[in-house]
Every structure is written in C-alpha cells, then in structure tokens.
C-alpha cells in the first residue's frame, strides 16, 4: 500500500500524519507526531529568531520520517503565523528547501473547510447541530454544522498566541483581564453571536489543540480515531482549577502537558466564553482536525 503524508505548520504545533492508503480509499495511520514549536509564541507579527530556528530544525526532522516511510506524496499546509509573520518568507524558503515540496499558505476560510471536511470523518459527529471550535496558536476557527452539513464558518485572529501576548500579564491571570478578555472576544465574535441565536447548539465540538487537555485532566482515554465527551460539570471544575493557579503551580497540575502550561489559561478561558454563550449539552473532543482533512481532499482526487 503506498503512503501519503500532511504536514500542518500551525502557528503553536507542527503535526506530522503519514498513512496507508487501503483500497477502498480509506487510509490507516502510519506513523504521527506532534511537536510545540511556539512560533506564534509572542503574537504573530514576527517570529523570534528563537523559534523561527526550532521549526526549521522540526522540518529536518519531519523530512527524516517522511524518507523512512517512502512516502510517494506530501501536501503541507501552512496557516496564522505562516500568513502574517512579518519574517514568514525566512522560514517558507529554508522549509520548501528542505522538504523539496510547495508550503500551502491557506487563508481562514480554507483552514475552516479542512477542519469541517476532517471532523465529518467522524460519523457519529455527523448527526444533530454543533458548533466545531478549533485554537490555535494565531488563529480560532468556527464552523456551524447541523445534520453533516456546513452551515456557516469563519476564521478569527482569537489563537492562544495571540490572546496570551494581549491579556495574560500576571500569574495567576488577573480577574479584570479575564473580563477584558471577554469583552474583546465577544465584541470580535458579533456577527457570529448573530447567527447562533438562531440555532440549538447541542455539541460544542473542540478539534485539537488545547481541547485535549480536557481529555488528559480528565483521564479520559486518548484514542487517535474515537471522540471524548467531557461534561460542563468536568469543564468548569478544570476551568476553575486552570484560572486560579500560577505557572508554578499548573507545572504540577496532572495530566497538563508541559508545553501548554504557559497558553492554556487563555485557551481554556476562550473555551468557557463560548461555552456560556451557546450552553452545549456537552464538549466533544474530536481527534481529526485539519490535517484529516487535507488527507480526505488527497484522497478524493
């Protein structure tokens, strides 16, 4: 079975998906890993040269996986921090250099529909009206789904990058920048607050990220192809606990990984934002995002 590949160049995480392509056109995973680069660490107007050095020394190590698996195609996607980092073409040229492939700098609306296409892989996500919630480090994008159809979507400069370098001043974060926080996400959000007045949101649906720290202070089991449901009950409690501590002391919070103690105060702060506004019955965390998406789109073609 031959082996395609996606590299998605996110603006806090780079991810590595190598599959299997089977003949009745699904695909089995190969091989998968994810590395914290931070290059949206800081916002996303320029990449430190810190940074801008670790994602290139992760391209060479993705390069090396991607050769130990005879992979015969590669589609590499590029978003937030890739589309307005004033030294983007720095890091563009030395990455296409190395890995001998286009970068794909896709815009909102396209990082969207591949986050929508990768999530409705996912069958049992196909039935009632939900809202897909993905963060990254530059960017959130929301997508309005009802019965598997895509209603509505939209991109927002809202990524824990971002919100992090314009709200988290103080450890524990300061209760009037949480508020500041709300005011600046409810404000940027209207004409999505607009639209979702008109729907009964059932599921709100996190795609990757930081949504998956819900899964780990939970002790929920982390399965590469099924769904975890996190109750608003389990939510608020982490919320709570998240908010309330200082970077020392969320260091030693179990099931919270090293490299999100720093932005997930702001993540899980936007999470409860919109949790409040659409009242789900329950948070859904979905383990295809992106990048199964793009797969799904390879393989149709």
Do not use: C
């Not at 506004?277 to 799904?296: D, H, M, N, Y």
């Amino acid at each position: 079975m031959k082996k395609i590949a996606v590299i998605d160049l996110g603006s806090n995480t780079f991810h590595l998906l190598i599959v299997k392509l089977t003949d009745d056109h699904t695909f089995e995973t190969s091989y998968r890993e994810r590395v914290f680069t931070g290059l949206s660490d800081g916002g996303i107007d320029v990449i430190s040269n810190e940074k801008l050095a670790f994602g290139i020394e992760t391209i060479r190590h993705f390069k090396n996986r991607l050769d130990e698996h005879d992979v015969i195609e590669l589609k590499i996607i590029g978003t937030a921090v890739l589309r307005k980092a004033s030294n983007r073409q720095i890091f563009i040229d030395e990455a296409t250099k190395i890995l001998n492939a286009h970068i794909n700098i896709i815009d909102g609306q396209k990082e969207a529909e591949y986050i929508y296409k990768g999530i409705m892989l996912l069958p049992v996500l196909r039935i009632g009206t939900h809202l897909i919630m993905d963060i990254g480090g530059g960017s959130t994008e929301f997508i309005l789904v009802s019965e598997g159809k895509k209603l509505w979507s939209e991109s927002y400069t809202l990524g824990v990058g971002v919100l992090h370098n314009l709200f988290h001043h103080d450890e524990p974060i300061a209760k009037s920048s949480l508020l500041s926080m709300k005011e600046h996400v409810n404000a940027t959000l209207k004409d999505m607050l607009d639209i979702l007045k008109n729907y009964n949101i059932e599921f709100l649906i996190g795609a990757s990220g930081s949504f998956e720290v819900l899964q780990s202070m939970t002790s929920k089991d982390i399965d590469d192809n099924s769904i975890s449901a996190i109750s608003v009950e389990e939510f608020e409690e982490i919320y709570s606990i998240i908010v309330n501590t200082n970077y020392e002391e969320r260091a030693k919070l179990q099931g919270l990984p090293l490299e999100r103690v720093k932005l997930i105060v702001v993540g899980i702060a936007l999470k409860k934002i919109i949790a409040d506004l659409v009242k789900p019955s329950i948070i859904v965390v979905s383990p295809f995002a992106l990048k199964e998406g793009v797969l799904s789109d390879m393989i149709n073609e």
